[in-house]
């Protein structure tokens, strides 16, 4: 008897779990259908956020300069410093700060930016000598901010915020709870078998890139732990506008300085060439921003920056950038912060390690390429999941629609080429809308997002009239065709090209033009081997 009622028990947890399971697969599903269209689009803007600087210098396609001694051992001369100082000084006096952004390589300018009654400005001195280059210097762009933004937010506002973190972890845990074989399903491939094809490449991927995708998540809602979660911020610090400041303060990341002083007379404005010399030696590094706030007041703030250094050099996943402030109120130097990694770590480096995590800001540019192929292979997976879900539910013709099953089919499947190839060729129309838009319109940072927009949308109203099977081959015909020419394009219209980049030796210009051409080879692969038939389901 009591053999029998313990089997009994067994059984009825056996039942239980695959009921959990059940539920578990049916929520997966159907939430993996509606959240699916998006993720696709947000783990390819996720993955291309990666490269951001690479993607916005290529962007901005400022012209490089003459090589000279005095920019590659300084990066700016003392000269220049002086200049800009007095460019900043005559051009920007009422600005209440200005901006001073060094070349982090040579042929790159001094970068000054400032903002006053007329919005935000920017100037391009040259590094050596401090002349004035021509205004603008580059292009005003968006750059590959506008994939990171998409990333998190959908360009939606706070809509799009919680948009974003409500279907990641619906997505994710279901799909967890559902894949009961992992290792099984990893090591399973059977290529050439329909759906089964599908299914198992869905499994392979989710499976590879679990670890993976578990930290992007849990970090990209940890980083905004405190607008998912405000009440404990509030419970703490009260409800004020002043919450926020006054936790980073504590943090010890808020903006020192003094609290405002009425000036009573202008000031001096500091030497900036003995400052940096003091800065690199405190710092431990270069200095590669100077920050001035209140320019030629009495409670004037100077902050030197440096960069943060990579993983390989400090190992560990948090360090800091170097930092000297200097407070004209005191006269003098009011707070240092050596580079590399903090002596011992503490809780105040618990958000900063998982800001690191999430944005790939270690381990250098290998780093950044893991980050880049594994976000890549989870946006593979979610495809694979949303063209396994119309072939399996089609065949099955279960009619859970009644007479309208075929045209809420016709949708999805309309929605699965938007969302999949559709996004792609935004992605990449992206950059065409950066170099078509005339280099003196205003707003173009605006504008380059639109078109991304506006290409997405053409691709959704291309899908709705063209067979599936049509679709498909022809979105990723126009992907290839996009991407083989975007390096021929640039040459068009700014005259610099990819073995340009590579005499310069900016590998990152470069590598932007290679990974479209290598992008552009798999979309013509694909277009080949997709057969008259492909996608119909």
Known sequence: MQVQAQVQVQAQVQEAGQGFRQRMAWLHIWCGLSCGWLLCAIFLAGSLSVFRDPITRWMQAAPALPESGARLRQGASDAA????????????????????????????AL????????????????????????????????????FMTFHYMLHAGMAGF??????????????????????????????????????????????????????????????????????????????????????????????????????????????????????????????????ILRPGRPDMVVRLMGEIPDSADT??????????????????????????????????????VLEQLHVASFGGWGMKWLYFLSGLIGTAMIATGLQLFTIKRRQ?????????????????????????TGACVASIGFFYGNRLIPAQAAERATLEIRVYFAVWLACLLHAALRPAARAWREQSLILAALCLGLPLLNWASTGQHLLAYLAWRDWQRAGVELVALLIGATALLAWHRLPAGAGRV
């Open 162 to 291: 919680w948009l974003v973190g409500w279907i990641a972890m619906c997505a994710l845990v279901s799909g967890i709870v559902v894949h009961k074989r992992i290792f099984k399903d990893f090591f399973t491939f059977r290529p050439s078998k329909g759906p089964r094809s599908w299914l198992d490449a869905h499994n392979a991927g989710a499976v590879l890139t679990l670890p993976f995708l578990l930290m992007i998540v849990y970090t990209g809602l940890a980083n905004f732990y405190s607008s998912y979660l405000p009440l404990p911020l509030r419970a703490a610090y009260g409800p004020s506008p002043a919450a926020y400041p006054s936790f980073l303060s504590e943090l010890g990341r808020g903006a020192p300085g003094g609290a405002g002083i009425i000036p009573a007379a202008p000031v001096a404005l500091p030497d900036l060439a003995p400052l940096r010399q003091q800065a690199v030696a405190l710092i431990g590094g270069d200095v590669r921003r100077i920050f």
């Open 396 to 420: 099955k013709s279960l009619q859970e629609f009644g007479r309208m099953t075929s045209r809420v089919y016709r949708l999805i499947e309309i929605l699965n080429i938007a969302c999949i």
């Open 315 to 352: 190992r560990a996943i948090h360090a800091n950038a170097g930092l000297l402030v200097f407070e004209q109120a005191r006269a003098g130097i009011v707070e240092v912060v050596r580079a590399g990694a903090p002596p011992r770590f503490t809780g105040e480096h618990v958000h900063p």
């Open 81 to 108: 410093l002086t200049a800009a100082l007095t460019y900043l000084g005559q051009h920007a006096g009422s600005a209440n700060a200005w901006s001073l952004t060094l070349p982090r390589q040579a042929g790159d």
């Open 111 to 146: 970068q000054l930016s400032w903002r006053d009654g007329g919005g935000d400005a920017q100037a391009a001195l040259d590094p050596a000598d401090g002349r004035p280059l021509a205004q603008p210097w580059g292009r005003q762009t968006e750059g590959g901010r506008h």
